[in-house]
């Protein structure tokens, strides 16, 4: 956005859409650490987790929540989302999400925002001046953080809560890791094979109340 993604706008920058700039240090930039992706057994029955099945109805079940994600590009850039973010499938209220991204690369580091509330946008760079846009598909670019639930049904797992599926359609592979004690998602890995890009999702909220306001002025 002029705040997320610089040309698309999208909640999830893709990768001709971001700046050339990171690997400087930020202490104060969040991290998330990127997992590798083992090999697993097939699932076990009764496993804690459930079934690909039960997960993905956890998350057709999802409404509002707050997540970190964290990119990185084959050219070194990273970024790094915090979002919040409500639903309107099956309540009342216009698709919204609050985010604050921070690009890192070899340039140096830009902290872009942008609040999403129906099909209006605000975004802002490092601090400046709110502008506003309009947006196509808010749904959309909330799912962009999510597991896909076509592909999930595919999955395997194992007793430990960690589902792995590969997913032809978006050239990924995906692991997926289960709090045993709720069921619900608490990271996603993503791989793209054909660009090296890693995407890593924390679920901080899963069905947690947020409010997203128009900032002042807005």
Do not use: C, H, K, M
């Amino acid at each position: 956005p002029a705040a997320l993604a610089p040309t698309s706008g999208a909640a999830r920058p893709n990768a001709a859409d971001v700046p050339t700039v990171a690997a400087t240090t930020n202490p104060a930039a969040p991290v998330v650490p990127i997992a590798t992706p083992s090999a697993l057994p097939s699932r076990v029955p009764g496993e804690p987790g459930g079934t690909p099945l039960d997960v993905a109805r956890t998350v057709e079940g999802l409404r509002s929540g707050a997540l970190v994600g964290r990119i990185q590009y084959s050219n070194g850039t990273v970024a790094t989302i915090r979002l919040r973010f409500t639903t309107s499938v099956g309540q009342q209220g216009p698709n919204a999400f609050a985010s604050t991204t921070t690009y890192q690369g070899t340039t140096g580091t830009r902290t872009d925002e942008r609040i999403v509330i129906g099909n209006r946008v605000w975004t802002r760079t490092a601090g400046q001046t709110w502008t506003q846009s309009t947006a196509q598909n808010p749904q959309q670019e909330i799912e962009g953080f999510l597991p896909p639930i076509s592909s999930l049904r595919t999955a395997t797992g194992n007793a430990n809560s960690i589902f792995v599926w590969d997913d032809s359609e978006r050239d990924a592979e995906f692991r997926l890791e289960i709090d045993p004690t709720t069921g619900t998602p608490s990271r996603l890995t993503q791989t793209t094979r054909s660009t090296g890009t890693i995407l890593v999702v924390q679920y901080q909220g899963w069905n947690t109340p947020e409010t997203i306001t128009a900032p002042a002025g807005g």
